[in-house]
């Protein structure tokens, strides 16, 4: 402060009379060392951070004054005083305005210098500017920031100081930004630098996406590594690269592998590479290694733990001897197995019949009694009867002639054995109208009055033979009667018998709902114990469930099983404990982590137990990264604990911090693959894609091929030997030497029992068979995918995607067969120049369906092309050719025995079916060019011509069940 110049001002009484009265109520002012108090009415502080620029000279009324402009866009004005008084304390307040900032800008000039260099450095960075590594100079930027003012007015610094403020600022305003900027500089000059690198450090130069994986360095790193993309050339350089910029030592490294002889095989070429050694180990030998450093010693391990089948046999031997020993555990299990074995739909749950008999006839609805039935509720009325020792038909033959029945013949759902009584089962449903009356609707997609019609014939035909009807219905299964009200029913008519629970679990036995049951809840205990979720937790998700009955079912047997499990465990442990043992060992500071740089391949399979494992191996170093290797298309290791959703949120949960942001993490994709030709690459990323949830990507093929690659071969029931045979002789016929075969099955009972001879039929061809799951990772010139067919074990399979896993999933997958469809995307893409897909003619796998009705796939049918052409006009699906008993041809819907529309050929070549050509015709024309004219009732149906007792007539190929028809005489006049 300048001692000579005036440090409190005022203005005289006469000048103060004169302008109060005009609102300048301000006296005065005094200069303090912080700022300046205005005198007045309410004297009032005004700090010198608070002021936009020094004060300035007025002038009002022929006075002079003083104005302090303030930076909330105010000012205040001191109004009436002498000239001379008011420059002089204007220069005096200047200098101290000036000095205050000088003071603290001089308090932080040290760190403002240091803060410089790194800015400076961000220019031009050496290392890849990671969000761990910025963070600790962004918040001493903060801080700086936060002991200056907040806006030091222009011209006051020197322009040195001013222009390392501004640098320095810049990155306490915009910190995002400057650090985009120094990442794509470092990118630019690393890949440039680092050239003679990636040319030499795997056998082929790495590409310009394996590159950028390399040199990218955040915090958490998702590598996008497709099939053939290179994943492990990718890690192998990524270990190299950090050795050898000097950014890590090798202990320092830790590559992790789910299998042993992956990481060996890693580990073994970074050594060759760089000649140096990092730790690759399997996430179980890591927590081994972890609770063997702590605990001096190690758990004996289960001898499950690593043997899928055993483990599987063990929870299947505590079900049925000790959950199912308890009688009313047991009394749940069997209710378990007759009436929530099947996620429960029903036709209502569907857009088209079509759909619904797609569904049903997948999941096979085998009886306890061995029937096949036609719906969900059929299945647990079946299965009640059968359990309380009801003997019963399925679909008799009604035990009267009716020659009045102009319909197919008349076969009831049930007939009660020992009775007589007989079991309708309507698919109807109540809705209540606007008047309050109760009203039977059915299905959208049923002709609601051609369904009450058939159940008022149906009772009448009971009525006129005297016969018992009892009747349940749809309505009573959305109530949660269903059984209840058949037990009220039949009471009166039939004694309950329940049979003993050994002979129904014996009966599970033999139909394989035993085994199925037992793998679902290998794969929900080990997502349970992996998530460290509490039955309290599956509960309140269970309320949430679309099945509730069915979820809390499932629960009540799981409790008591998990408890039995742990029991039978004692002092060993599972992989699931050994990980999550040692998680809790790193989280509290039990093992101190060597490693500040995680590689972990495979990282589509991670389980939540395993990422636990690696947040808190990450959260004991600030700059320790997680660098990850996957493929979130091929994660189809569910039933080992995997969990997709880890991967989907990459950055949430793994990711770093910066600038008041979470979940900071870079995404590198691979794109290319080295392995499949554009017809196979290409239609394989739409058709993986079709699930929304999965991560988009880029494929840039290896080759272009010049016609599609994509086959489908079908089958007929007991063929498909043949069309394998078939396949390997086109394949052999158009191959050189030492061509390789991978023939894909879902299942490992699908091996082909002449795999031998078939061998050697094709000296040519080296051919192998494996499971889908066990092909990820290898390749074949050819891939024959065996038995695409739509049931219970097809592709897909219908034991996989059971939504009880949704209770111990933190994110539920909601789209249909979303693991097998990555699964059928690994079978796909193991092959280098051709699929061929061997599909159940009859039963046709979904997936070959959506390949082949959707022209973008370029999918070519071998055989019998154009099978989809002829479409049921009762449900809309296939209608196939067949041979009769006496040889003549006919069509009928793929849904046999559900659906039973059948129609005859042609009658002029007796082979193919008439049908519209046109929209709008009304002529049906066949291939071989005949012309028919179209039924007026019904869609798909042709007239043809009949004998009735007034002579010939005109009526629907589908008589008695379409009664559309016009006189010969009607229809030559329509011709005119």
């Given at each position: 402060?300048?001692?000579?110049?005036?440090?409190?001002?005022?203005?005289?009484?006469?000048?103060?009379?004169?302008?109060?009265?005009?609102?300048?109520?301000?006296?005065?002012?005094?200069?303090?060392?912080?700022?300046?108090?205005?005198?007045?009415?309410?004297?009032?502080?005004?700090?010198?951070?608070?002021?936009?620029?020094?004060?300035?000279?007025?002038?009002?009324?022929?006075?002079?004054?003083?104005?302090?402009?303030?930076?909330?866009?105010?000012?205040?004005?001191?109004?009436?005083?002498?000239?001379?008084?008011?420059?002089?304390?204007?220069?005096?307040?200047?200098?101290?305005?000036?000095?205050?900032?000088?003071?603290?800008?001089?308090?932080?000039?040290?760190?403002?210098?240091?803060?410089?260099?790194?800015?400076?450095?961000?220019?031009?960075?050496?290392?890849?500017?990671?969000?761990?590594?910025?963070?600790?100079?962004?918040?001493?930027?903060?801080?700086?920031?936060?002991?200056?003012?907040?806006?030091?007015?222009?011209?006051?610094?020197?322009?040195?100081?001013?222009?390392?403020?501004?640098?320095?600022?810049?990155?306490?305003t915009e910190p995002e930004r400057n650090r985009e900027a120094a990442v794509e500089r470092f990118i630019a000059t690393e890949l440039e630098e680092m050239e003679p690198f990636f040319d030499q450090i795997e056998s082929n130069p790495l590409t310009p996406e394996q590159r950028l994986a390399v040199v990218t360095d955040e915090d958490a790193t998702l590598v996008l590594a497709g099939a053939g993309s290179g994943k492990t050339s990718v890690i192998v350089a990524k270990a190299a690269y950090l050795i050898e910029r000097g950014i890590r030592q090798p202990e320092e490294i830790l590559l992790m592998a789910f299998g042993k002889d992956a990481a060996d095989e890693m580990a073994s070429r970074i050594k060759e590479r760089s000649g140096a050694s990092v730790d690759a180990l399997t996430f179980h030998a890591l927590g081994y290694g972890i609770i063997r450093d702590v605990e001096g010693g190690t758990p004996a391990l289960a001898a499950h733990a690593s043997d899928d089948a055993q483990f599987r046999a063990l929870l299947r031997d505590i079900l049925i001897n000790d959950v199912a020993k308890n009688s009313k555990l047991g009394k749940l299990i069997l209710e378990w197995f007759s009436a929530f074995y099947w996620p429960y739909k029903s036709e209502w749950d569907f857009e088209t019949k079509g759909q619904y008999y797609q569904y049903v006839e997948s999941h096979e609805l085998r009886t306890l009694k061995g029937d096949v039935v036609n719906s969900f509720e059929e299945w647990e009325i079946a299965n009640w009867l059968y359990l309380n020792g009801v003997a019963y038909e399925y679909e008799p033959l009604y035990e009267h002639r009716l020659p009045k029945n102009d319909r197919k013949a008349y076969t009831p759902d049930f007939r009660l054995t020992e009775s007589g009584v007989y079991i309708e089962h309507f698919g109807v449903r109540k809705s209540r109208g606007a008047d309050g009356s109760t009203r039977l609707t059915t299905a959208p997609h049923v002709d609601r009055e051609k369904y009450l019609e058939d159940m008022s014939w149906k009772r009448g035909a009971h009525k006129e033979y005297g016969t018992t009807l009892i009747?349940?219905?749809?309505?009573?299964?959305?109530?949660?009667?269903?059984?209840?009200?058949?037990?009220?029913?039949?009471?009166?008519?039939?004694?309950?018998?329940?049979?003993?629970?050994?002979?129904?679990?014996?009966?599970?036995?033999?139909?394989?709902?035993?085994?199925?049951?037992?793998?679902?809840?290998?794969?929900?205990?080990?997502?349970?114990?992996?998530?460290?979720?509490?039955?309290?937790?599956?509960?309140?998700?269970?309320?949430?469930?679309?099945?509730?009955?069915?979820?809390?079912?499932f629960l009540k047997i799981f409790e008591p099983l998990f408890a039995a499990y742990q029991e039978r465990l004692g002092e060993r442990i599972d992989f699931e404990d050994m990980i999550i043992r040692a998680a809790e060992h790193v989280e509290a500071g039990r093992y101190q982590s060597p490693y500040r740089h995680l590689l972990v391949d495979e990282f589509q399979d991670i389980s939540e137990g395993r990422a636990r494992l690696l947040r808190a191996l990450k959260a004991q170093h600030d700059d320790a990264r997680i660098f990850a290797v996957g493929d979130d298309w091929q994660s189809i290791y569910r039933f080992t604990g995997s969990d997709i959703h880890l991967m989907r949120n990459f950055g949430e949960e793994f990711?770093?911090?910066?600038?008041?942001?979470?979940?900071?993490?870079?995404?590198?994709?691979?794109?290319?693959?080295?392995?499949?030709?554009?017809?196979?690459?290409?239609?394989?990323?739409?058709?993986?894609?079709?699930?929304?949830?999965?991560i988009e990507k880029k494929v840039v093929t290896a080759s272009t091929a010049l016609s599609p690659a994509i086959n489908v071969a079908y089958y007929t029931r007991g063929q498909d030997e043949g069309a394998l045979t078939d396949t390997l002789g086109r394949i052999a016929q158009?191959?050189?030497?030492?061509?390789?075969?991978?023939?894909?099955?879902?299942?490992?009972?699908?091996?082909?029992?002449?795999?031998?001879?078939?061998?050697?039929?094709?000296?040519?061809?080296?051919?192998?068979?494996?499971?889908?799951?066990?092909?990820?990772?290898?390749?074949?010139?050819?891939?024959i995918i065996l038995r695409a067919a739509s049931d219970r074990m097809g592709f897909p399979s219908e034991i996989v995607d059971d939504p009880l896993l949704d209770l111990v999933l933190p994110k539920p997958e909601k789209f249909d067969h979303a693991e097998e469809r990555r699964l059928f995307y690994v079978a796909l893409t193991r092959a280098r120049k051709s699929v061929t897909i061997l599909a159940d003619r009859e039963k046709t796998s979904v997936f070959v369906r959506e390949l082949i009705d959707e022209p973008a796939y370029e999918t070519i049918e071998i055989g019998e092309p154009g099978i989809a052409e002829?479409?049921?006009?009762?449900?809309?699906?296939?209608?196939?050719?067949?041979?009769?008993?006496?040889?003549?041809?006919?069509?009928?819907?793929?849904?046999?025995?559900?659906?039973?529309?059948?129609?005859?050929?042609?009658?002029?070549?007796?082979?193919?079916?008439?049908?519209?050509?046109?929209?709008?015709?009304?002529?049906?024309?066949?291939?071989?060019?005949?012309?028919?004219?179209?039924?007026?009732?019904?869609?798909?149906?042709?007239?043809?011509?009949?004998?009735?007792?007034?002579?010939?007539?005109?009526?629907?190929?589908?008589?008695?069940?379409?009664?559309?028809?016009?006189?010969?005489?009607?229809?030559?006049?329509?011709?005119?």
């Open positions: 402060m300048n001692a000579s110049a005036p440090q409190l001002v005022k203005r005289s009484r006469l000048s103060g009379a004169l302008l109060r009265p005009l609102g300048h109520p301000f006296w005065g002012a005094e200069q303090t060392i912080s700022g300046v108090t205005v005198l007045g009415g309410k004297p009032r502080q005004v700090a010198f951070s608070d002021m936009l620029g020094p004060a300035e000279l007025t002038k009002a009324l022929g006075f002079s004054g003083i104005r302090l402009p303030l930076k909330d866009g105010t000012e205040i004005t001191i109004a009436g005083l002498n000239e001379n008084d008011a420059l002089g304390f204007i220069s005096s307040v200047s200098n101290g305005f000036r000095k205050y900032f000088l003071d603290r800008f001089a308090a932080v000039e040290e760190e403002l210098r240091a803060l410089g260099e790194v800015v400076q450095r961000l220019e031009q960075p050496r290392r890849y500017p990671s969000a761990c590594l910025l963070c600790p100079f962004v918040e001493r930027v903060r801080k700086v920031a936060a002991a200056l003012p907040g806006t030091i007015p222009e011209g006051v610094l020197p322009t040195g100081q001013q222009v390392l403020l501004d640098r320095v600022l810049a990155l306490h009747e349940t219905f749809s309505y009573e299964k959305v109530e949660g009667r269903l059984t209840e009200a058949l037990r009220e029913k039949i009471a009166p008519y039939v004694e309950l018998k329940p049979i003993p629970p050994d002979q129904a679990l014996t009966a599970l036995t033999e139909l394989g709902q035993v085994d199925t049951f037992t793998q679902t809840l290998a794969t929900f205990l080990r997502h349970f114990k992996s998530s460290g979720t509490s039955i309290e937790q599956c509960h309140q998700r269970s309320e949430k469930a679309a099945d509730v009955p069915r979820s809390n079912a990711g770093g911090s910066f600038a008041g942001t979470d979940g900071v993490h870079r995404t590198v994709d691979l794109g290319r693959t080295f392995r499949s030709v554009d017809k196979i690459a290409l239609p394989a990323r739409r058709f993986v894609l079709q699930n929304p949830s999965q158009s191959s050189g030497n030492k061509t390789s075969v991978l023939l894909l099955g879902r299942y490992h009972h699908l091996r082909p029992k002449s795999l031998k001879q078939l061998t050697a039929n094709h000296p040519n061809l080296s051919i192998r068979f494996m499971t889908a799951h066990a092909s990820k990772g290898l390749e074949a010139d050819h891939v002829h479409r049921c006009g009762s449900c809309g699906d296939r209608m196939l050719a067949r041979t009769s008993k006496q040889g003549r041809t006919y069509y009928s819907c793929e849904h046999r025995k559900l659906c039973g529309e059948t129609l005859p050929t042609c009658s002029t070549c007796n082979r193919d079916l008439p049908l519209k050509r046109k929209p709008l015709t009304e002529v049906l024309t066949c291939s071989c060019g005949s012309e028919f004219p179209a039924c007026p009732e019904c869609d798909g149906g042709w007239l043809v011509e009949r004998k009735g007792r007034y002579g010939k007539f005109l009526s629907c190929v589908r008589y008695p069940d379409c009664k559309g028809k016009r006189t010969i005489r009607e229809e030559s006049e329509k011709r005119g």
